[in-house]
């Protein structure tokens, strides 16, 4: 007997539901084209993969302090960012830099922190992104608390939160998504999962059958979706968002995925996993998979992919231009936003300490 | 409300949980961005009734039952905070707001700094603390300590029933988040609070409840009666205690206690929670940077001891009392003096 | 399409199967008797219920300083006492005094906690009983850390974890049972799902269609059993049992249930519950339940059951009996077991208190 | 190993994060009940490598790559503990302790307690800790006022390799649970260490790492390094610095702390850790209330700033250096000498 067959009880507040059916494992190849949408995706894939590459150069010639990559997740990363609308939020963790500038963010002050800049480089209500988020998984009840209050003020946004696959195991993803399914809070929950928690396998993080499956613990749908298909990535997720902004609840997405780079700059990926498997996933680049699509479609050419280039090379040279030069600091800066006021304790350290520099 | 408790001019005596009732009540009045989150703080009034008929008054999307679940509920105020609303948690029992520790440290007192001051967080955090209820483990715990070592945080405890009304309005009202410590034992205590009641002065001020110039007690919320009744009983030896209630813990009244130290030239710091690396050790040492020499003796300190909460029936040798106060004033080296 | 049917993918690690099947939503009348163990059950749940409305009463009279009531969940908590074999250890929460009895605790010791004496009363070792557990669901994870211990020596044995349907919300419900499932540490957790965490109603606490759902995101079998019907709660726990010892791994069980009494003696239970509610559960009693199905298989008879009460007569003076007097505790009491020596520290303090004493 | 590290005797320079990966390795060849358990301790030896070539040497089930959640990770290791099992539990950074914070302070702290020393708790908590390395926010925090503010916790951290080794040895074999904090700044810090180190001392006894006549700064972990080289200017000033690294914070040294700055009359206490109740707060108020007679002026403190951790640009502003010990030195009132 299964669960939907049971006999009612006093206690049963409806008839018991089956479980949420996830979305098809779509692979590229599979869906219709859509020829506004995918050259988009494709040119962002490209200026992604361009910004991750230039980022992680940066790290060398010590112009940031690191830099997680999201190399072979970009269509995780841009569909994330191309999904949400002007009035929704984004809460990256800490890998998710590029979805905050697909969203809109400069590519530089996104690094703000990563540059060992400030904690933040951007005004979170400005441009509806969170800071990025470093403690795993704790920026979820955030996300969950912020839909919901817009929701009791019926503005009509939703609102995205990544997480990674290790991300799954914090207690802080179980309240997180049962406060939202409880709350019916229009947030999307996009799990990245990558396979590794820097260098745990899956297998040794969680036993389900799927990440996707984890919905159904909280009563609301679980999808599981080919993180490598931007289309289908990006198809999840404005499913997703219209269903939260149309008070439908929440849904969790897991989009399996690969970083094709280490976990950062200062990682060594070779000690936990082989080079086979880095050579399968490369096989499925986002990018790749993409391109050869538009171009079986006839939606590009080689001077649409030479433009799509040139666009990166103009971000990169940007990049590389805005973090040439020392970010302004002084030291004065620490005791400023500690609270609205400085206390008198932090007026005298100020003091203090602007007798030593 | 009967004439039996109600004084002149709207003045009644009320309960210190009443006056904090009347306080988040007001406040939720006053501003419709102010919602209350906790567990059992709707149709029960929470544990202590201090939500009492707040979400028949608000409806439930102003006073809302969480799911159990400590960092999810602050987390999510957290969120709602940077929407824009005023969110006030109510943790059920102090041991109980240790799950949502992560929240406290990594985010809630830090988001401010983080974003530069783009993002204020005001948000208070309601947490009954200490001990004398009688309690099993894990609802007497004194954890203010946590709370002080966390800059970022403002840290506030009342000690009478119209702080508890004035002090909760100020929290509610800070554009900073807010560590608000209820001392439960004093939950019952009875004072006359006005109907529309004064505001009380900004955090960071200190306050004198007894002036006395033989020697100064310092303490805060559920040890301000000890210490008044130790000085009511230090009297019988010729003992003339000052008693100050800090009120507010971070930040600090430097000035208030330094002056009332720097005139009697002796102080005892009194407090529930464990002693090592407690609140005392930062009084003491603060006040004797400040006040070197003008102390008579060393600044002592009547604590907790530096063990788990004891259970109900071991609690009255734990907790300091008037004869434990005493007896540091009277180390007070008054020989010297 | 549903999960089941997605094509292999390269990260996929097995075939994904399809969400456990929860055991069948037994009543009782619906299974075989055992006429060993149902008379045995009807004794304890006839004894749980005295011992509950003694240190009910003891409250009252200032013996206890407050008791959490397992009126009405007996079923449960007998069952569960009654399931463990002498190897196997129980992990209670603050409210499964009577389960720990039924294991074999000494009735007046298991309230040692809750007459204000010290914070636990027994040798967990000597009885594999962890302590009662007051703060919800931290007691989970320590479940699991013996449970992995026991199997990485190899010891036969298996663990049973109580939790309360409010306590599923907690991280640390998430932690425990994920990392059991990654481990297939031998343990069960049993939830007892009384439709209330204090005044909270299920509804506010999930919007999962049963706790035993739970099970799918964590890859272990979900089981819901009526948990007024001790039989079937025996029958699911030993069942899961006897799985977890066999090495295959942890077993979730959702069980039904009401509590009859407020949340402790100190709650007013009109606040957030109806008469009506009450008295529909009380007509499910689980101790009337058991004795109408032993009468109808002639499995009891008038004096079987005065003998039952009269035994549970006895357990409730020797309870009154053992909690007239007063504990001894003496103040150096404090210094003792903090740690194995006491600090310099606490042998200053002891020796101050000592001169207040 | 090759010559050129290799001193006479067996003893080779090693690493601080070497020494504890020896430590490590030493008390699980000697004890079978001995598990490491942690984010990425195992093929990958932990992002500072202190579990390098363990899982290989002792597999999976002695050195276990856990799920990532860090109260699930602590409170499993209570229960192996609650079995008779010794686990060694790595927190990745400081930071990421927190959410473990519920089971540390509820349960770990108090386990023996509870039941009346029927079930100690031989459970070690290691965690990275302080700043210096450039590390983004949550990287670099000084966490250990909270530890030091649980009672029933040990406290130790190490600052130098042989410490290293010897205290994490002892931390192991302990019967009660020790925060034993690692100060990440050091962990490439090399020193030589004998093959078969000697045992250090019991917890609680602190060491003079110089001794000296006109002032005593009193120390431990990451700040030992700042304290000598400030010692080491100071001659150019006429003034004789002494040096006590504590090794212990819990339990503490009163006796070598409290005879040295009887002798030298002043003192200075050094850490990273935020000021404002913060472990010098203890400190502090601990020596004065011992040695108040004999303090020529009040215990200075030279600490982290009361703020969250800086940006990597900004945190040695807020780190105490060289130059902040030695006005701290300056202030301590030589012409009352
Ligand atoms: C609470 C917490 N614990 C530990 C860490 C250290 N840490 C940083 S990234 C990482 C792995 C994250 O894995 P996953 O969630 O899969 O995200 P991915 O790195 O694959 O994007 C860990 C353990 C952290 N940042 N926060
Ligand atoms: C971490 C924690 N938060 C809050 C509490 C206070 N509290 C005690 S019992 C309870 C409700 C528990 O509900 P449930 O888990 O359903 O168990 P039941 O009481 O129904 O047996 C609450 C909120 C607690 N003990 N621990
Ligand atoms: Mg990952
Ligand atoms: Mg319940």
């Known amino acids: 007997m299964t669960v939907s067959e049971l006999p009612a009880h006093p206690l049963s507040r409806t008839a018991v539901p089956p479980p949420p059916d996830p979305e098809p494992y779509r692979v590229l190849g599979t869906g219709r084209p859509d020829p506004e949408l995918w050259p988009l995706l494709y040119r962002e894939l490209v200026r992604g993969r361009r910004y991750n590459t230039q980022a992680t150069a940066l790290t060398r010639q010590g112009r940031l302090a690191v830099y997680p990559s999201s190399t072979g997740q970009e269509a995780c990363q841009v569909a994330a960012g191309l999904a949400l609308g002007p009035r929704d939020w984004l809460f990256p963790s800490y890998r998710d830099t590029l979805a905050a500038v697909v969203r809109g963010l400069d590519p530089a002050v996104a690094l703000t922190l990563l540059r060992g800049d400030w904690h933040t480089g951007h005004d979170p209500r400005v441009h509806r992104v969170a800071p990025l988020c470093t403690p795993l998984a704790t920026q979820l009840p955030h996300a969950v608390g912020l839909a919901h209050a817009a929701r009791l003020r019926r503005d009509d946004l939703a609102v995205l939160a990544l997480v990674g696959d290790g991300g799954t195991s914090e207690g802080d993803f179980h309240e997180a998504l049962n406060f939202a399914a409880v709350w019916r809070a229009p947030v999307v929950f996009l799990v990245q999962n990558n396979g590794y928690a820097i260098s745990v396998p899956l297998a040794k993080q969680t036993a389900a059958p799927s990440i996707a499956h984890k919905a159904v613990g909280y009563g609301m749908p679980g999808r599981l979706v080919d993180g490598n298909d931007a289309p289908a990535v990006h198809d999840a997720l404005t499913g997703a968002l219209a269903r939260a902004r149309a008070g439908e609840g929440p849904t969790l997405i897991e989009a399996v995925t690969y970083r094709l780079d280490a976990h950062t700059n200062a990682d060594d990926a070779t000690r936990y996993r082989t080079e086979a498997e880095v050579a399968a996933w490369r096989a499925r680049d986002p990018l790749t998979l993409m391109e050869r699509e538009l171009r079986a479609h006839g939606l590009l050419d080689d001077a649409g992919a030479a433009e799509a280039h040139e666009a990166a090379e103009r971000t990169a040279a940007a990049l590389r231009e805005a973090l040439s030069g020392d970010p302004e600091l002084t030291p004065d800066d620490l005791f400023t936003h500690v609270y609205a006021e400085p206390t008198s304790q932090l007026r005298e350290q100020a003091e203090r300490l602007r007798e030593f520099s | ?337």
Not at chain 2, 268 to 296: D, M, N, Q, S
């Open chain 2, 1 to 337: 409300m009967t004439t039996a408790t109600r004084g002149r001019s709207g003045t009644a005596e009320v309960s210190l949980a009443k006056a904090l009732n009347r306080a988040l009540r007001d406040a939720m009045a006053d501003d419709p961005t102010v919602h209350l989150l906790g567990e059992d703080i709707g149709a029960l009034g929470g544990v202590f009734r201090v939500t009492e008929g707040l979400a028949a008054e608000f409806g439930e999307d102003r006073c809302t039952d969480t799911p159990l679940a400590e960092a999810g509920i602050l987390g999510a105020a957290t969120g709602m905070a940077m929407y824009g609303l005023r969110p006030v948690v109510e943790m059920q029992f102090d041991a109980f707001a240790y799950p949502a520790f992560e929240q406290l440290v990594s985010h809630v007192s830090r988001m401010r700094n983080r974003t530069r001051g783009a993002m204020p967080l005001p948000l208070t955090v309601r947490i009954p603390y200490g001990g004398g209820i009688g309690g099993v483990e894990h609802h007497s715990d004194s954890s203010e300590t946590y709370y002080m070592a966390t800059p970022g945080l403002h840290v506030v405890t009342p000690a009478t029933v119209a702080d508890a009304y004035g002090l909760l309005r100020r929290a509610i009202a800070s554009d900073d988040p807010v560590v608000f410590l209820e001392p439960k034992r004093l939950y019952w205590a009875k004072e006359p609070l006005p109907e529309r009641p004064a505001d009380v002065p900004p955090f960071g001020r200190a306050v004198i409840r007894r002036r006395g110039d033989s020697a100064t007690l310092i303490t805060y919320g559920p040890s301000l009666p000890v210490c008044l009744a130790a000085a009511e009983a230090a009297r019988a030896d010729g003992w003339d205690l000052g008693v100050i209630d800090l009120r507010t813990l971070v930040p600090f009244d430097d000035e208030t206690v330094c002056a009332e130290v720097r005139r009697t030239g002796r102080a005892v710091v009194v407090h529930e929670a464990a002693g090592f690396a407690g609140p005392g050790a930062e009084i003491a040492a603060r006040v004797t940077e400040r006040c070197f020499h003008h102390l008579a003796a060393p600044v002592l300190r009547v604590t907790g001891f530096d063990i788990p909460y004891p259970p109900p029936l071991l609690e009255r040798h734990h907790l300091p009392d008037v004869d434990r106060v005493l007896d540091a004033v009277a180390r007070l080296q008054w020989d010297l003096g």
